[in-house]
């Protein structure tokens, strides 16, 4: 199984959510201008909540593109837990090489939706993260 870990969605036309979407819609936006370079045209997807919460939570590598999702473009994962608070539960990202990324609370991370990326076993406390996904024209 590629997921061990609880999942929740948040509507991403929420009104109380609307501030969060207009900042990370700047992020990826200006991410896409000078990095990405795709054809976007917004969140078309709810927002995921995802709670690591006890030994042995893990999400393998996987991409966020796949059948019914081929318009993801730009993948965000919002670091909510600060890294104090758990052990494990490492996000990397495969992109020729394997990179563990920024753990720090609040830290926003940006990729390209077809990029492997996995969040190791979690070995002590809890760990949470906002994801949501800017698409654009299917991927081709």
């Not at 009104?15 to 819609?25: A, C, I, R, T, V």
């Not at 992020?27 to 054809?39: I, P």
């Not at 473009?73 to 919002?78: L, M, N, R, T, Y």
Request: glycine letters at 8%; a negative charge.
């Amino acid at each position: 199984e590629t997921r061990n870990s609880t999942i929740r969605w948040m509507d991403v036309y929420s009104p109380k959510l609307e501030w969060m979407l207009k900042e990370l819609s700047r992020m990826a936006l200006e991410a896409n201008e000078t990095v990405f370079k795709s054809d976007l045209f917004g969140f078309t997807e709810n927002l995921q909540f995802t709670e690591y919460e006890e030994k042995g939570t893990y999400y393998d590598w996987h991409p966020d593109i796949g059948p019914g999702q081929n318009k993801r473009k730009v993948s965000i994962i919002v670091q909510l837990s600060d890294p104090r608070d758990y052990e494990g539960g490492e996000l990397e990202l495969n992109n020729g090489k394997i990179e563990a990324l920024d753990k720090s609370q609040g830290t926003v991370i940006l990729f390209p939706s077809f990029l492997l990326h996995r969040v190791t076993a979690l070995t002590k406390g809890s760990r949470y993260s906002l994801v949501c996904w800017i698409s654009g024209n299917a991927w081709r």
